[in-house]
């Protein structure tokens, strides 16, 4: 933009450009077609699995997908509420050890660690985030699960108290829930440092102590947010396919014991589809339907976040 | 007056605090409040104590198998073979398909990156869709990304079949997120005076944006793009879907011809035999894919300790 020379000698110079920059409105449009590319793909996704389920839902009405019974694709037996209870199974065990996990950890960093300690202990939350989900599943099978079959208290009452076998969702919950206290512990300390200092420094003048300066002032200041981190980490749990793939087994059955064999929506779609099924078979198209119903699940819960963060955002900020 | 009984309340309880600290009682609740402490700081700990059991078991586990046969010789499945048996194809194809991720994800997240920072209205109804979508996108579970591989990339539309160039196109989609938010932390952190300073020397916004505001920002991208592999490095589930050959003796042809495998599937793959001999390769697998991404993410932490800019 340039002034222009006649308009200078004016009570309000104009200020416009000395010719249009078409070169620049090009490339201003290519990087609008790469930040919409998301919407894209986000509609390719919603496309992808609405046509197959569609044809799904020809064959099999609403009603029988979605009911108590056998789940049994190969014999006709479509009763998702198997695989839908596996994956709750796993995920509330999960949930048991992160969500206490996660909080912790969170109060550590915003309210105990010191800038060394914090500095020390930030990039190897991050790590054991990025460690491949592959590998929590193996050491799952074959750390945890023999572990869990020699301490397992048998004293325990009815089912209960049977050891687990070589799958079980407890173990395959317990490692989740691992996995996920870096997710939670991350998304609550944000919205805990966003509490505002001079909260914390009244509560402190007042005589409180940490304990209750963290749980009367930080947590509740920050509901929102570790709300938002509590449904992030369930719909993370969900979504998760390879550590309950190889841990967790694929006995789709209705049960919450922790000792039993569990298969999952993710689970049974990554064992189902192996990239050699054959299309337009009713084997190919209850995958697209186990999917959109995962999909639905985990959209809901990524909309309740992205809000929930908005609202903590705009509390402080 | 309100700030008045305010001050009295403060003035109270501090006389308190400072009665019982004088009369020898400690502060209130102050066992309660160390047992707390030590509950937070053990939430941490479990994580960390974790994490380094995975590693140590992965490599005790994995021990007798960690010798150059793991990196060169192709996976055998016949018994007989498992002492020689390798991972060279799988570790081939996830070196390929990082690479075609690399080249796809990295100009279409700056881009959408330099869009949403630096040109975007954010008044427009247009860019709160976008940055909706980018939030949801980004947990949106993997495997469902590998349902739109199968239907749209290996089949369907595009129709590439079971190549690298699938799997690379399926995860750059996935991870694609996590290099348009990176990405605009970086581009966000460059001060404002910067780009000020280049439009009142006469250069448009574009310009500005090429030479001024991307060079500076461009350590912070590398290290969230790097991060960004990382993650990408190690899924499988999506994989699975495209039809990734679980036993592939041969290193990929190309990018879009021949079959592939890579090393978390054939982690998988081994993990899921019966026999306790592939255990052992498995846990090798795991140290070896572990191994790489370390150093990616030291790589990722030294750039962005070397290159970072002061103003």
């Known amino acids: 933009m340039t002034v222009s020379p006649t308009a200078s000698s004016a009570a309000t110079p104009i200020l416009r450009a000395t010719r249009p920059r078409w070169g620049e409105q090009v490339i201003v449009g290519g990087l609008f077609v790469a930040a919409a590319f998301s919407v894209l793909v986000t509609g390719a996704i919603i496309a992808a699995l609405l046509g197959p389920s569609l044809e799904f839902f020809a064959q099999i ?20 509420f198997n695989l839908v209870a596996g994956t709750l ?40 985030e990025g460690v491949p989900t592959v590998a929590y599943g193996l050491f799952a099978y074959l750390f945890v699960t023999p572990i869990l079959q020699r301490i397992w208290p048998t004293f325990l009452p009815g089912a209960l108290g049977e050891p687990p076998g070589i799958f079980s969702s407890g173990a395959a919950g317990l490692v989740m829930g691992i ?28 005589g409180a102590n940490r304990l209750q300066v963290a749980t009367k002032v930080v947590v509740p200041g920050a509901l929102s947010g570790i709300m938002a981190a509590f449904v992030l980490g369930v719909s993370r749990g969900i979504g998760e396919t390879m550590l309950v793939l190889i841990a967790a087994g694929a006995t789709a059955q209705f049960t919450l014991l922790p000792n039993e064999s ?44 992205i809000a929930l963060v908005r609202r903590f955002r705009e509390t402080y900020e | ?47 960390i104590v974790t994490l380094l059991a995975v590693i140590g078991w992965a490599i005790v586990a994995g021990w007798d198998r960690l010798d150059l046969n793991l990196l060169t010789q192709m996976p055998s499945g016949m018994r007989s073979r498992l002492q020689t048996s390798g991972l060279q194809s799988a570790i081939v194809g996830s070196l390929m398909v990082m690479a075609g991720l690399a080249v796809t994800v990295l100009p279409l997240g700056i881009a959408a990156a330099v869009f949403l920072e630096e040109f975007a209205d954010q008044e427009r109804w247009y860019t709160r869709v976008i940055e ?176 970072s800019t002061d103003y």
Request: glycine letters at 8%.
């Open chain 1, 179 to 206: 996995m996920l206290i870096p997710t939670i512990a991350s998304v609550s300390e944000d919205a805990m440092r966003a509490v505002p200092s001079g909260m914390r420094q009244a509560a402190y003048g007042l």
């Open chain 2, 1 to 47: 007056m309100k700030s008045s009984a305010h001050n009295r309340v403060a003035q109270d309880s501090a006389r308190d605090v400072t009665d019982r600290l004088l009369s020898g009682g400690g502060r209130p609740g102050a066992v309660k409040s160390a047992v707390f402490q030590a509950a937070v700081l053990s939430c941490v700990l479990i994580a």
């Open chain 1, 89 to 128: 199974n796993v995920t509330m065990y999960a949930l048991i050890v992160a969500i206490p996990g996660g909080l912790g950890a969170a109060v550590w960093l915003s309210e105990y660690a010191g800038p060394g300690a914090r500095k020390t202990v930030k990039p190897i939350l991050e790590v054991l």
């Open chain 1, 61 to 80: 009405s609403f009603a029988e997908f979605l009911r108590k019974g056998i789940w049994a694709p190969r014999q006709g037996e479509f009763a998702v």
């Open chain 2, 132 to 307: 909706v979508s980018v939030q949801n996108l980004a947990a949106v579970p993997s495997i469902v990304f590998g349902i739109l591989g199968l239907a749209f990339i290996m089949r369907g539309p595009l129709s590439f079949g079971s190549v690298v160039y699938t799997g690379s196109l399926t995860l750059a989609l996935l991870v694609l997120p996590t290099v348009i938010v990176t990405s605009r932390e970086a581009i966000r952190s460059v001060p404002n005076s910067i780009r000020l300073g280049s439009m009142a020397l006469g250069a448009t916004r574009w310009r500005t944006v090429w030479h001024q505001v991307l060079p500076v920002s461009i350590p912070g991208i590398i290290t969230g793009a790097i991060l960004a592999l990382s993650r990408a490095i190690g899924e499988a589930a999506p994989l699975i879907m495209i039809g990734t050959a679980t036993f592939v003796t041969f290193n990929p042809a190309g990018f879009f011809e021949g079959r592939f495998t890579v090393l978390p599937v054939q982690i998988y793959y081994w993990s899921s035999q019966a026999n306790d001999d592939f255990h052992v390769l498995a846990a090798a697998g795991v140290i070896v894919l572990i191994a790489m991404l370390l150093s990616l993410n030291s790589f990722a932490i030294w750039v962005r300790a070397r290159a």
């Open chain 1, 262 to 305: 569990v298969q999952t929506m993710t689970a049974f779609i990554a064992r189902t589809a192996t990239g050699d099924i054959a299309t337009g078979t009713m084997d190919y198209y209850v995958i697209f339907a186990v999917g959109a119903l995962l999909f639905v699940f985990t959209f809901t819960m990524n909309m309740a976040t």
